[in-house]
């Protein structure tokens, strides 16, 4: 069992950044992916990034590559998600899960409670 709390979402201009951190629980952290994810409203949760149990792997949508980085402290038991250049189309709740480490949603069996970012033009 993992339990995830993220944090770090808020209010920004465009052009901006955020910094998310994702804080697990238990001592398995690092034997799971870890992924963040983003639902806007109206709209289906979406694949933002991804990184391998050990850090060496990591995966990015489109949308997100280039201005997004994603790393973990396994010693800290923390993944984060570094988040430059924001658009307003990034506006979303974003969520870390725990699973596989790629890039489909249903590999993924541990979810935090979500924390919004909310970029305005």
């Known amino acids: 069992q993992v339990q995830l709390v993220e944090s770090g979402g808020g209010l920004v201009q465009a052009g901006g950044s955020l910094s998310l951190s994702c804080a697990a629980s238990?001592?398995?952290?690092?034997?799971?992916?870890m992924g963040w994810f983003r639902q806007a409203p109206g709209k289906e949760r979406e694949f933002v990034a991804a990184?391998?149990?050990?850090?060496?792997?990591?995966r990015y949508a489109n949308s997100v590559k280039g201005r997004f980085t994603i790393s973990r402290d396994n010693a800290k038991n923390t993944v984060y998600l570094q988040m430059n250049n924001l658009k307003p189309e990034d506006t979303a709740v974003y969520y870390c899960?725990?699973?596989?480490?790629?890039?489909?949603?249903?590999?993924?069996?541990?979810w935090g409670q979500g924390t919004q970012v909310t970029v305005s033009s």
């Open positions: 899960a725990a699973g596989s480490g790629r890039t489909a949603i249903h590999e993924y069996h541990y």
């Open positions: 238990g001592r398995t952290f690092n034997n799971y992916g």
């Open positions: 990184i391998s149990a050990r850090g060496g792997d990591t």
